[in-house]
Nanobody, 116 residues
């Protein structure tokens, strides 16, 4: 059974930081490029960052320089370090396989709210 469980979200002030975690099970984690996605109110889900099996990363222009994606292939976990947060980063954040390939069932996501 495939499980993707996101955690680490919360309420932070602009300029603050959060670290999100995505714990996976039931997949050959080390074989997949993974990504973090986010969905803001009134907008469709978009990819924020991706990471290959070996750790190569790509970022959306909107988060480049502020977010860092990483992975632990032993613990089957993907992380997203979020710094210098802005109100426009407010969204529900999800993890999944990278775009261009098949997706796993979506988890519940974790809410990130950036507000003063």
């Amino acid at each position: 059974q495939v499980q993707l469980v996101e955690s680490g979200g919360g309420l932070v002030q602009p300029g603050g930081s959060l670290r999100l975690s995505c714990a996976t099970s039931g997949i050959a984690f080390g074989r997949y490029s993974m990504g973090w996605y986010r969905q803001a109110p009134g907008k469709q889900r978009e990819v924020a960052a991706t990471i290959t099996s070996y750790g190569g990363a790509n970022y959306a222009d909107s988060v480049k320089g502020r977010f860092t994606i990483s992975r632990d292939n032993t613990g089957n976990t993907v992380y997203l370090q979020m710094n210098s947060l802005k109100p426009e980063d407010t969204a529900v954040y999800y993890c999944n396989a990278q775009p261009g390939g098949p997706f796993f069932p979506w988890g519940q996501g974790t809410q990130v709210t950036v507000s003063s």
